[in-house]
């Protein structure tokens, strides 16, 4: 795999990652206390925590573009 291929993998897998770990442990504001900031919804996370889930989705799309490149690699070598 090329390093722009790779690259490109990288990116798509970097996206599904962070989307598949968006919703992981969000807490509305209307839950516990009922406590909503005046001005948004109910339902916006008290707490996102995007750098944490920035970084889960990063280590996620290295195990995913590693993982495309060792069934990448020995079907371009087979051919």
Not at 41 to 44: M, P, Q, S, T, V
């Given at each position: 795999m090329d390093p722009v291929g790779a690259l490109?993998?990288?990116?798509?897998?970097?996206?599904?990652?962070?989307?598949?770990?968006?919703?992981?442990?969000?807490?509305?504001?209307?839950?516990?206390?009922g406590e909503v900031?005046?001005?948004t919804?109910?339902?916006?996370p008290k707490e996102p925590m995007i750098k944490k889930k920035a970084i889960w989705a990063t280590i996620?799309?290295?195990?995913?573009?590693?993982l495309a490149h060792f069934i990448v690699v020995p079907?371009?070598?087979?051919?």
């Open positions: 490109v993998v990288f990116v798509i897998s970097w996206w599904l990652s962070f989307f598949c770990v968006l919703p992981i442990g969000v807490q509305g504001q209307f839950e516990d206390d900031v005046e001005g919804e109910e339902g916006a996620g799309a290295v195990v995913l573009t590693a079907w371009l070598a087979a051919s």
